[in-house]
């Protein structure tokens, strides 16, 4: 038992021993990374160059010395081994080491001087000043010289050009304006674009060689600055330019931007210049503000009604799109306004007739009015002057002879009645009220429009306020829905519905981009089209005119990119102030506008006849045939099958299929 008690108490001490050395085990275990992660000593070439770094961190002083060190550590060992090796040198110690100062001094430009120290010394001090003088005049010359370029990249320095164009802002659209600029005066010899922006020169003009290309002979200068600047504005020299375009804003929210550009330019240019203005604004509250802040030489574009207005209309025609396109740029044949002192006395039927290479489509008087489409027995007046289509403004040559049509492919049929018509629309934004509105004036009386948008009492709301509008010609019915998920494409029955149109979400802060949105419509579209072996009519509205290649649909599918189209209009009107009235006449919902009308209302269909022949047929239905679609050459994937202004001794075989181009009355 004595054993047995001895033992547990050796236990006992044993057990108390461990658990006091158990801190002291973890301790050890803690401090033990602290002893492996010590850094190791710097290696001597490390605090050499530590040292070496904080020298030259201490002034232009050290920074000096540690130059003349270098230089002499070059230049004395270089000097003596030239001495000491050169046959003609001096024999005495002294004299080779007055010889290799000498040398030094003349590499250093020291002076280089021998002799008492008192001479040596006064040598080194004259040239030193003459250093210090040499190079402060060299610094400056070289700070000058700097500033002065840094300031031309910045965009400060006043650009002096006449008959120059001003684009104020930066947008999506400044590329499209600008290639359009770039292609229009292809005869001027001189051309000038001058660009102010709230941006770096350097990225303006990166960006803009980037996408719009080669200039040619049209130089681009971008200038720095806010547009609501007048002192910014001045530096353009916005009073001696041709036009001043000032761009639209991505968001509507910006609109009163515009409107502040507007009053700066005022407030830049006298009264007295009268420099035309092209503005575009996207919110019709701002239309009227911005027109007062531009003054009386100014054009204000609203670019959410202009896309309203060609979605509708493109709703009903399908490929009206591509007529536009090739109409506005400058890649083809466009509008312009040209000289008719050689038609003078001439009714209009008969001037129809005798321009072989243009299609003439008005008549603008001598105090300004354009008449459009005018009736076949209206005389061309002294001082008129006639809207053409043509390649160029001076391809309007008129012959001795007018064309001749062949009166036997002309056909009487009288014009078919418009029946009423069942439409899709998928998606909703600000401009669907616009385009409900809009449509409403071209379609029979009794169509329906179905709209399928994803929105609560809000949005319902707005569609019952466009319904309100759009009666009695269109009725609209609403069902809730995202356009973005199959269910809801694929709920859909496509044949009973004469069109589809598509739109996109607006674009907000922090939101995806629209055409992503409706990209993903379109590929539920084609696929329904496939399952069901239905194929619709669509016509999509864009703002990214690179999103256009994407799109799952056909070639010649109608595409209205909304920031596209409204630059090649702004571009297009700044060209030629005539034809603001023109496309205001063509995009509202009465009047003349261009339609695509069957080519068997015109001519004998499965013959062969001259575009002349059709120009007449269309000319006795008080029309004005500019062109026709092929949809052959469509179906093929050739191109989009439009032929805008055909030379009238264009003969070929007219299919059914053919639609010819015409400005008419609705």
Same mark, same amino acid.
């Given at each position: 038992?004595?054993?047995?008690?001895?033992?547990?108490?050796?236990?006992?001490?044993?057990?108390?021993?461990?658990?006091?050395?158990?801190?002291?085990?973890?301790?050890?275990?803690?401090?033990?990374?602290?002893r492996?992660?010590?850094?190791?000593?710097?290696?001597?070439?490390?605090?050499?160059?530590?040292?070496f770094?904080?020298?030259?961190?201490?002034?232009?002083?050290?920074?000096?010395?540690?130059?003349?060190?270098?230089?002499?550590?070059?230049?004395?060992?270089?000097?003596?081994?030239?001495?000491?090796?050169?046959?003609?040198?001096?024999?005495?110690?002294?004299?080779?080491?007055?010889?290799?100062?000498?040398?030094?001094?003349?590499?250093l430009?020291?002076?280089?001087?021998?002799?008492?120290?008192?001479?040596?010394?006064?040598?080194?001090?004259?040239?030193?000043?003459?250093?210090?003088?040499?190079?402060t005049?060299?610094?400056?010359?070289?700070?000058?010289?700097?500033?002065?370029?840094?300031?031309?990249?910045?965009?400060?320095?006043?650009?002096?050009?006449?008959?120059?164009?001003?684009?104020?802002?930066?947008?999506?659209?400044?590329?499209? !304006?600008? =290639?359009?600029l770039v +292609?229009?005066? @292809?005869? *001027?010899?001189?051309?000038?674009? #001058?660009v102010?922006?709230?941006? /770096?020169?350097?990225?303006?003009?990166?960006?803009?060689r980037?996408?719009?290309?080669?200039?040619?002979?049209?130089?681009?200068?971008?200038?720095?600055?806010?547009?609501?600047d007048?002192?910014?504005?001045?530096?353009?020299?916005?009073?001696?330019?041709?036009?001043?375009?000032?761009?639209?804003r991505?968001?509507?929210?910006?609109?009163?931007?515009?409107?502040?550009?507007?009053?700066?330019l005022?407030?830049?240019?006298?009264?007295?210049?009268?420099?035309?203005?092209?503005?575009?604004v996207?919110?019709?509250?701002?239309?009227?503000?911005?027109?007062l802040?531009?003054?009386?030489?100014?054009?204000?574009?609203?670019?959410?009604? !202009?896309? =309203?207005?060609l979605? +509708?209309?493109? @709703?009903? *025609?399908?490929?009206?799109?591509? #007529?536009?396109?090739?109409?506005? /740029?400058?890649?083809?044949?466009?509008?312009?306004?040209?000289?008719?002192?050689?038609?003078?006395?001439?009714?209009?039927?008969?001037?129809?007739?005798?321009?072989?290479?243009s299609?003439?489509?008005?008549?603008?008087?001598?105090?300004?009015?354009?008449?459009?489409?005018?009736?076949?027995?209206?005389?061309?007046?002294?001082?008129?002057?006639?809207?053409?289509?043509?390649?160029?403004?001076?391809?309007?040559?008129?012959?001795?002879?007018?064309?001749?049509?062949?009166?036997?492919?002309?056909?009487?049929?009288?014009?078919?009645?418009?029946?009423?018509?069942r439409?899709?629309?998928?998606?909703?934004?600000r401009?669907?009220?616009?385009?409900?509105?809009?449509?409403?004036?071209?379609? @029979?009386?009794?169509?329906v429009?179905?709209? #399928?948008?994803?929105?609560?009492?809000?949005?319902?709301?707005?569609?019952?306020?466009?319904?309100?509008?759009?009666?009695?010609a269109?009725?609209?019915?609403?069902?809730?829905?995202?356009?973005?998920?199959?269910?809801?494409?694929?709920?859909?029955?496509?044949?009973?519905?004469?069109?589809?149109i598509?739109?996109?979400?607006?674009?907000?802060?922090?939101?995806?981009?629209?055409?992503?949105?409706?990209?993903?419509?379109?590929?539920?579209?084609?696929?329904?089209?496939?399952?069901?072996?239905?194929?619709?009519?669509?016509?999509?509205?864009?703002?990214?005119?690179?999103?256009?290649a994407?799109?799952?649909?056909?070639?010649?599918?109608?595409?209205?990119?909304?920031?596209?189209?409204?630059?090649?209009?702004?571009?297009?009107?700044?060209?030629?102030?005539?034809?603001?009235?023109?496309?205001?006449?063509?995009?509202?919902?009465?009047?003349?506008?261009?339609?695509?009308?069957?080519?068997?209302?015109?001519?004998?269909?499965?013959?062969?006849?001259?575009?002349?022949?059709?120009?007449?047929?269309?000319?006795?239905?008080?029309?004005?045939?500019?062109?026709?679609?092929s949809?052959?050459?469509?179906?093929?994937?050739?191109?989009?099958?439009?032929?805008?202004?055909?030379?009238?001794?264009?003969?070929?075989?007219?299919?059914?299929?053919?639609?010819?181009?015409?400005?008419?009355?609705?």
């Open positions: 038992m004595i054993k047995d008690e001895g033992r547990r108490r050796s236990v006992q001490r044993s057990t108390r021993v461990g658990k006091q050395r158990q801190p002291q085990d973890a301790r050890a275990l803690a401090s033990r990374p602290a492996e992660t010590t850094p190791q000593r710097a290696s001597l070439r490390e605090r050499a160059r530590y040292w770094d904080n020298t030259l961190a201490r002034g232009v002083v050290v920074l000096i010395g540690w130059l003349a060190v270098a230089c002499l550590a070059l230049a004395v060992p270089a000097s003596a081994l030239l001495v000491w090796t050169d046959d003609h040198a001096p024999d005495t110690p002294w004299a080779k080491t007055a010889a290799v100062w000498r040398s030094v001094g003349q590499t430009r020291l002076g280089g001087e021998v002799g008492s120290p008192l001479r040596v010394v006064l040598s080194v001090l004259l040239a030193l000043v003459a250093l210090f003088y040499v190079s005049v060299v610094g400056l010359m070289t700070t000058a010289i700097t500033d002065e370029l840094t300031a031309l990249r910045r965009g400060h320095s006043t650009v002096l050009e006449h008959g120059h164009t001003v684009l104020l802002g930066w947008s999506a659209q400044t590329f499209t !304006v600008v =290639a359009e +292609a229009a005066p @292809a005869k *001027q010899r001189r051309a000038a674009v #001058v102010l922006a709230d941006r /770096d020169v350097t990225e303006m003009e990166e960006e803009l980037t996408e719009v290309g080669g200039t040619g002979r049209t130089r681009i200068v971008c200038r720095n600055g806010h547009p609501s007048p002192a910014a504005l001045a530096r353009v020299s916005p009073a001696t330019a041709n036009v001043v375009v000032v761009m639209p991505d968001r509507a929210d910006d609109d009163a931007e515009i409107v502040k550009n507007l009053l700066a005022r407030a830049t240019v006298d009264d007295d210049d009268r420099v035309r203005v092209v503005a575009a996207r919110d019709a509250r701002y239309r009227l503000a911005a027109a802040a531009a003054g009386p030489n100014a054009v204000v574009l609203e670019a959410d009604d !202009v896309t =309203a207005r979605v +509708a209309q493109c @709703a009903r *025609q399908p490929g009206l799109s591509l #007529v536009y396109q090739e109409l506005l /740029d400058f890649a083809g044949d466009e509008f312009y306004v040209v000289d008719a002192s050689a038609h003078e006395g001439r009714v209009f039927a008969e001037v129809l007739r005798i321009c072989p290479a299609s003439v489509v008005g008549i603008v008087r001598a105090d300004g009015t354009l008449h459009l489409n005018p009736p076949a027995d209206c005389v061309v007046a002294a001082r008129d002057r006639l809207v053409v289509i043509a390649q160029d403004d001076d391809t309007t040559v008129p012959t001795d002879e007018p064309a001749v049509f062949d009166e036997t492919m002309i056909v009487n049929r009288a014009p078919s009645v418009r029946p009423c018509e439409v899709l629309l998928l998606g909703w934004n401009r669907a009220r616009h385009i409900v509105r809009h449509l409403s004036g071209h379609v @029979a009386a009794g169509s429009l179905h709209v #399928v948008a994803e929105g609560g009492e809000s949005l319902a709301a707005e569609v019952r306020t466009a319904a309100t509008e759009a009666a009695p269109l009725t609209l019915a609403f069902t809730p829905g995202d356009p973005t998920l199959p269910g809801t494409v694929n709920g859909t029955d496509l044949a009973e519905y004469d069109g589809v598509v739109l996109g979400p607006d674009r907000g802060p922090g939101a995806e981009a629209p055409d992503d949105r409706t990209l993903v419509t379109l590929l539920l579209l084609r696929e329904l089209e496939r399952t069901s072996g239905v194929a619709v009519r669509v016509v999509t509205e864009m703002t990214d005119d690179r999103n256009r994407l799109a799952p649909v056909g070639v010649g599918a109608d595409f209205i990119v909304s920031g596209k189209l409204v630059g090649l209009l702004m571009v297009q009107i700044s060209q030629n102030w005539h034809l603001a009235a023109l496309f205001e006449e063509l995009l509202a919902p009465h009047g003349n506008a261009i339609h695509l009308k069957p080519a068997g209302d015109y001519v004998r269909t499965g013959q062969r006849t001259s575009f002349a022949t059709v120009v007449e047929s269309a000319s006795r239905r008080g029309e004005c045939a500019i062109g026709y679609r949809r052959r050459l469509a179906r093929s994937g050739i191109d989009d099958g439009v032929r805008i202004n055909p030379a009238k001794s264009e003969v070929r075989c007219w299919s059914a299929e053919d639609d010819v181009i015409v400005v008419a009355g609705r």
